[in-house]
Structures are given as C-alpha cells and as structure tokens.
C-alpha cells in the first residue's frame, strides 16, 4: 500500500501535544502495550492529529485509528459528533476500532487480541503493506 498523504491542521499540534502530556488511565495502559512496536511490530503514534481531529492512536502504515471512549462519549451529543468525525476519517481510508475506557481497565487480553486480529485482516485485505522486520508470516495463514 503506498502511503496516503493525509491532510492535517498544524493547530492541532500543541493540542495533541497537551493531550499526550495528559493522557487518560485507559489510553496510557493502551500505549504501554503499543509503544516500541510491540503491537506485532507495528508503529503506532499517540493523539495523532488528522485532518482536523485528534486521535487517541493511529497506526500510518495500517491506516489504523484506535480510538477509546471514556464517560464524556457517554451521550447523544458526543455519539453524533464521534460519528461524523469517524465517517470523515474513513473518508481517507482510515479504519478505526473504537473501545472503552472500560475495557482497557477491565479487559485487557481482549481488547489486544481485538487489535491483533484487526491488524492481520487489514495486513489480509492488501499484501502490499510492509511488514515489520520480525513479523510473524504464520499469523497470516
């Protein structure tokens, strides 16, 4: 898959600067187990601003966003404007996996067997991506 240039607004840069500094109980337990390509060997940036959005983790080489929902997403205003801003991101070819604050305290095991399943049907949909140096080719079987 040859890399998509996707827009940005550099004023969201100091924003998603804030938030890295400032990151949720549930985002940071999410990072330490995608920090230094543990994630299948993948490289995944934290409060990665796209277009004009913030997302929680984006994975460039997967088009992945990983996005979670703490209590503030917990109403019909939130939902609404969550949806418009996942429908703008996919517009680029971006997919996105969504999870809870909930989950990341609560169901860990899961949630990353969610995201390695996601990561080999994407890798699955276009053997044109480059696989990490250490990737394990038995996973795609």
């Known amino acids: 898959m040859a890399k998509k240039i996707i827009p940005y607004n550099p004023i969201l840069k100091a924003q998603a600067r804030k938030l890295r500094k400032n990151m949720t109980d549930g985002e940071l337990l999410l990072w330490n187990e995608l920090k230094n390509d543990k994630l299948l060997g993948f490289d995944f ?3 990665r601003f796209i277009d004009n959005y913030i997302i929680d983790f984006y994975c ?3 088009m992945l966003a990983i996005e979670i929902d703490g209590m503030s997403h917990n109403n019909e ?3 609404a404007k969550d949806e418009i801003r996942q429908q703008k991101l996919e517009s680029f070819g971006i997919q ?3 999870f809870t604050e909930s ?3 609560n169901d860990m095991f899961n949630v990353l067997r969610t995201l390695e399943s996601k990561v080999i049907e994407i890798i699955r949909s276009d053997l044109s991506i480059k696989l990490p140096k250490d990737f394990n080719l038995d996973l795609l079987k």
């Open 77 to 79: 205003e939130a939902f």
């Open 103 to 105: 989950e990341m305290k």
């Open 45 to 47: 940036d934290r409060q």
């Open 96 to 98: 996105f996996l969504r």
């Open 60 to 62: 460039k080489d997967l």
